[in-house]
Protein backbone atom coordinates (compact mmCIF):
# COMPACT_ATOMS: atom_id res chain seq x y z
CA UNK A 1 0.00 0.00 0.00
CA UNK A 2 1.63 3.02 -0.88
CA UNK A 3 0.36 6.20 0.33
CA UNK A 4 1.11 8.82 -2.49
CA UNK A 5 2.28 11.99 -1.30
CA UNK A 6 0.00 14.49 -3.63
CA UNK A 7 -0.77 17.53 -1.05
CA UNK A 8 -3.42 18.46 -0.34
CA UNK A 9 -5.12 15.41 -1.42
CA UNK A 10 -5.46 11.99 -1.27
CA UNK A 11 -4.04 8.69 -3.60
CA UNK A 12 -3.22 5.14 -2.47
CA UNK A 13 -2.14 2.63 -5.07
CA UNK A 14 -2.22 -0.80 -3.33
CA UNK A 15 -0.48 -4.11 -5.29
CA UNK A 16 -0.66 -7.89 -4.54
CA UNK A 17 0.80 -10.48 -6.45
CA UNK A 18 0.65 -8.62 -9.92
CA UNK A 19 -2.59 -6.80 -9.64
CA UNK A 20 -3.18 -3.90 -8.92
CA UNK A 21 -5.93 -0.74 -8.07
CA UNK A 22 -5.64 3.01 -7.54
CA UNK A 23 -7.57 4.77 -4.90
CA UNK A 24 -8.03 8.58 -6.02
CA UNK A 25 -5.10 10.47 -7.90
CA UNK A 26 -5.65 14.25 -5.73
CA UNK A 27 -5.91 17.49 -7.85
CA UNK A 28 -5.08 17.76 -11.55
CA UNK A 29 -1.46 19.80 -11.06
CA UNK A 30 -0.34 16.62 -9.49
CA UNK A 31 -1.16 13.40 -11.63
CA UNK A 32 2.22 13.71 -13.64
CA UNK A 33 3.59 13.20 -9.79
CA UNK A 34 1.15 10.35 -9.77
CA UNK A 35 1.91 8.99 -13.02
CA UNK A 36 5.90 9.65 -12.59
CA UNK A 37 5.46 7.19 -9.00
CA UNK A 38 3.51 4.50 -10.70
CA UNK A 39 6.20 4.22 -13.94
CA UNK A 40 8.67 4.14 -11.44
CA UNK A 41 6.79 1.07 -9.98
CA UNK A 42 6.54 -0.70 -13.13
CA UNK A 43 3.24 -0.50 -13.38
CA UNK A 44 1.30 -0.44 -17.06
CA UNK A 45 -1.83 -1.21 -16.02
CA UNK A 46 -4.43 -0.52 -13.10
CA UNK A 47 -6.74 -3.46 -12.45
CA UNK A 48 -8.97 -1.47 -10.60
CA UNK A 49 -9.47 2.42 -10.04
CA UNK A 50 -11.95 3.59 -7.08
CA UNK A 51 -12.85 7.46 -7.56
CA UNK A 52 -13.96 7.54 -4.28
CA UNK A 53 -16.34 10.69 -4.48
CA UNK A 54 -16.32 13.55 -7.29
CA UNK A 55 -14.24 16.04 -4.99
CA UNK A 56 -11.04 17.75 -7.15
CA UNK A 57 -8.75 16.80 -4.37
CA UNK A 58 -9.39 13.44 -5.07
CA UNK A 59 -10.17 12.73 -8.78
CA UNK A 60 -9.33 15.91 -10.28
CA UNK A 61 -6.36 14.63 -12.46
CA UNK A 62 -8.40 11.00 -12.68
CA UNK A 63 -8.85 11.49 -16.59
CA UNK A 64 -5.14 12.30 -17.17
CA UNK A 65 -4.54 8.32 -15.25
CA UNK A 66 -7.19 6.74 -17.24
CA UNK A 67 -5.74 8.44 -20.43
CA UNK A 68 -1.81 7.01 -19.70
CA UNK A 69 -2.57 3.75 -18.23
CA UNK A 70 -4.30 0.51 -19.25
CA UNK A 71 -7.48 0.37 -16.64
CA UNK A 72 -9.47 -2.78 -16.23
CA UNK A 73 -12.52 -0.77 -14.95
CA UNK A 74 -13.10 2.09 -12.53
CA UNK A 75 -15.70 2.15 -9.53
CA UNK A 76 -17.74 5.38 -8.64
CA UNK A 77 -20.28 5.52 -5.85
CA UNK A 78 -23.81 5.95 -6.91
CA UNK A 79 -25.43 9.33 -6.53
CA UNK A 80 -28.46 10.83 -6.98
CA UNK A 81 -29.33 12.25 -9.87
CA UNK A 82 -29.83 15.88 -9.10
CA UNK A 83 -26.53 15.74 -7.36
CA UNK A 84 -24.27 14.63 -9.54
CA UNK A 85 -21.46 17.18 -10.21
CA UNK A 86 -21.37 19.32 -13.47
CA UNK A 87 -17.68 20.07 -12.97
CA UNK A 88 -14.81 19.71 -15.70
CA UNK A 89 -12.81 17.33 -14.13
CA UNK A 90 -15.73 15.13 -13.71
CA UNK A 91 -16.71 15.00 -17.10
CA UNK A 92 -13.43 15.04 -18.43
CA UNK A 93 -13.23 11.78 -16.34
CA UNK A 94 -15.85 10.24 -17.71
CA UNK A 95 -15.34 11.63 -21.10
CA UNK A 96 -11.83 9.44 -20.97
CA UNK A 97 -13.63 6.28 -19.67
CA UNK A 98 -15.97 6.32 -22.68
CA UNK A 99 -12.54 7.00 -24.78
CA UNK A 100 -11.03 4.15 -23.86
CA UNK A 101 -13.67 1.95 -23.14
CA UNK A 102 -12.92 1.25 -19.48
CA UNK A 103 -16.26 -0.13 -17.83
CA UNK A 104 -17.65 2.26 -14.96
CA UNK A 105 -18.97 0.03 -12.35
CA UNK A 106 -21.10 1.86 -9.40
CA UNK A 107 -19.76 -0.09 -6.16
CA UNK A 108 -21.91 -1.57 -3.60
CA UNK A 109 -22.03 -3.12 -0.17
CA UNK A 110 -21.25 -6.14 -0.27
CA UNK A 111 -19.12 -6.44 -3.27
CA UNK A 112 -15.68 -8.19 -3.31
CA UNK A 113 -12.79 -7.02 -5.12
CA UNK A 114 -9.91 -10.03 -5.33
CA UNK A 115 -5.98 -8.09 -5.46
CA UNK A 116 -4.14 -11.18 -5.95
CA UNK A 117 -3.66 -12.71 -2.33
CA UNK A 118 -6.11 -9.34 -1.11
CA UNK A 119 -9.22 -8.97 -1.35
CA UNK A 120 -11.09 -5.47 -0.35
CA UNK A 121 -14.81 -5.59 0.01
CA UNK A 122 -17.10 -2.35 -0.12
CA UNK A 123 -18.63 -1.43 3.32
CA UNK A 124 -20.23 1.92 1.81
CA UNK A 125 -21.67 4.20 0.70
CA UNK A 126 -25.04 2.11 1.79
CA UNK A 127 -27.65 4.21 -0.52
CA UNK A 128 -28.73 7.12 1.77
CA UNK A 129 -29.40 10.73 0.66
CA UNK A 130 -26.62 12.33 1.73
CA UNK A 131 -26.45 16.42 1.74
CA UNK A 132 -22.69 16.43 2.02
CA UNK A 133 -21.03 14.69 -0.82
CA UNK A 134 -18.33 13.43 1.28
CA UNK A 135 -20.30 11.17 3.03
CA UNK A 136 -20.63 9.44 -0.52
CA UNK A 137 -17.25 7.85 -0.49
CA UNK A 138 -16.57 4.34 -1.11
CA UNK A 139 -15.49 2.80 1.73
CA UNK A 140 -13.79 -0.73 2.26
CA UNK A 141 -12.30 -2.75 3.93
CA UNK A 142 -8.91 -4.60 3.21
CA UNK A 143 -7.94 -7.89 4.00
CA UNK A 144 -4.62 -9.94 3.61
CA UNK A 145 -3.81 -12.75 5.82
CA UNK A 146 -4.73 -11.70 9.32
CA UNK A 147 -4.26 -7.93 8.60
CA UNK A 148 -7.29 -5.57 8.05
CA UNK A 149 -6.90 -2.14 6.62
CA UNK A 150 -9.70 0.24 6.46
CA UNK A 151 -10.06 2.81 3.67
CA UNK A 152 -13.09 5.39 3.82
CA UNK A 153 -12.53 8.22 1.64
CA UNK A 154 -13.86 11.81 3.10
CA UNK A 155 -16.36 9.84 4.88
CA UNK A 156 -17.94 12.20 7.85
CA UNK A 157 -19.82 11.25 11.33
CA UNK A 158 -22.89 10.00 9.15
CA UNK A 159 -21.55 7.61 6.52
CA UNK A 160 -19.23 6.12 9.28
CA UNK A 161 -22.51 5.72 11.47
CA UNK A 162 -23.88 3.62 8.71
CA UNK A 163 -20.79 1.85 8.38
CA UNK A 164 -21.14 0.98 12.35
CA UNK A 165 -25.16 0.41 11.51
CA UNK A 166 -23.97 -2.27 8.61
CA UNK A 167 -22.24 -4.57 10.89
CA UNK A 168 -18.98 -5.30 8.67
CA UNK A 169 -16.84 -3.39 10.87
CA UNK A 170 -13.52 -5.24 12.86
CA UNK A 171 -10.88 -4.17 14.54
CA UNK A 172 -8.08 -3.62 11.99
CA UNK A 173 -4.23 -3.22 11.82
CA UNK A 174 -4.53 -0.06 9.86
CA UNK A 175 -6.84 2.82 9.29
CA UNK A 176 -6.54 5.23 6.38
CA UNK A 177 -7.92 8.22 8.59
CA UNK A 178 -11.25 9.34 6.88
CA UNK A 179 -10.63 13.29 5.64
CA UNK A 180 -7.66 14.43 5.58
CA UNK A 181 -7.67 13.98 9.43
CA UNK A 182 -10.65 16.29 9.74
CA UNK A 183 -12.64 16.63 12.87
CA UNK A 184 -15.97 15.27 11.64
CA UNK A 185 -14.30 12.03 10.48
CA UNK A 186 -12.59 8.92 12.46
CA UNK A 187 -15.28 9.78 15.21
CA UNK A 188 -14.71 8.22 18.78
CA UNK A 189 -17.27 5.40 18.30
CA UNK A 190 -15.86 4.52 14.87
CA UNK A 191 -12.34 4.07 16.01
CA UNK A 192 -13.84 2.29 19.43
CA UNK A 193 -14.56 -0.64 17.00
CA UNK A 194 -11.97 -0.78 14.50
CA UNK A 195 -8.70 -0.08 17.23
CA UNK A 196 -6.27 0.39 14.73
CA UNK A 197 -2.55 0.01 15.42
CA UNK A 198 -1.39 2.71 12.56
CA UNK A 199 -3.18 5.51 11.00
CA UNK A 200 -2.32 7.06 7.93
CA UNK A 201 -3.55 10.81 6.92
CA UNK A 202 -2.91 12.54 3.44
CA UNK A 203 -2.63 15.60 3.88
CA UNK A 204 -1.40 19.24 2.48
CA UNK A 205 1.57 20.72 4.42
CA UNK A 206 0.38 24.20 5.96
CA UNK A 207 -2.90 23.60 4.31
CA UNK A 208 -5.84 25.97 4.85
CA UNK A 209 -8.32 23.26 6.54
CA UNK A 210 -5.84 23.18 9.75
CA UNK A 211 -6.04 19.77 8.71
CA UNK A 212 -5.12 16.92 10.37
CA UNK A 213 -7.28 18.49 13.44
CA UNK A 214 -5.88 18.02 17.20
CA UNK A 215 -8.77 16.56 18.15
CA UNK A 216 -8.60 13.55 15.78
CA UNK A 217 -5.23 13.14 16.52
CA UNK A 218 -5.90 13.06 20.19
CA UNK A 219 -8.43 10.17 18.90
CA UNK A 220 -6.59 8.08 16.43
CA UNK A 221 -3.34 8.19 19.34
CA UNK A 222 -5.91 6.94 22.10
CA UNK A 223 -5.36 3.77 19.50
CA UNK A 224 -2.89 3.56 17.24
CA UNK A 225 0.92 2.59 18.10
CA UNK A 226 2.18 4.73 14.69
CA UNK A 227 0.46 8.05 13.15
CA UNK A 228 1.69 8.84 9.90
CA UNK A 229 1.21 11.62 7.87
CA UNK A 230 2.06 12.46 4.23
CA UNK A 231 2.63 16.36 4.96
CA UNK A 232 5.14 15.28 7.49
CA UNK A 233 6.94 12.35 5.78
CA UNK A 234 5.97 11.95 2.59
CA UNK A 235 4.71 8.71 0.76
CA UNK A 236 4.06 5.88 3.26
CA UNK A 237 4.88 2.78 1.51
CA UNK A 238 2.72 -0.08 4.40
CA UNK A 239 4.20 -3.53 3.22
CA UNK A 240 1.67 -6.97 4.77
CA UNK A 241 3.17 -9.96 4.93
CA UNK A 242 -0.50 -11.48 6.32
CA UNK A 243 0.35 -11.18 9.87
CA UNK A 244 2.49 -7.93 10.68
CA UNK A 245 2.69 -4.50 8.67
CA UNK A 246 5.91 -2.85 7.94
CA UNK A 247 5.88 0.94 7.12
CA UNK A 248 8.85 2.96 5.63
CA UNK A 249 8.47 6.62 5.11
CA UNK A 250 9.89 8.80 2.20
CA UNK A 251 11.43 11.49 4.90
Known amino acids: ?31 YKVEDYLRGLGVGRLDYVIATHPHSDHMGGMYNIIDVFDVGEVLIPHIPDEQIPTTVFYERFLDSCAAKHVPVKEAYVGH ?54 GGRLQRVMLYKAGHHGSTYSSTEELLDIIRPKIAVISCGRDNPYGHPHDITLKRLEKYADMVCRTDVSGTVIAESDGSDIKIARER
Not at 5 to 20: E, L, S
Not at 116 to 126: L, R, T, V, Y
Request: glycine share 10%; with cysteine; aromatic share 8%.
Open 112 to 165: VLDIGSAKAEIIAPEGSFYEDMNNYSIAFMLTHGDNRCLFTGDAEAESEEAMIQ
Open 1 to 31: MHFIDVGQGDCTFIAANGVTMLVDCGENEVS
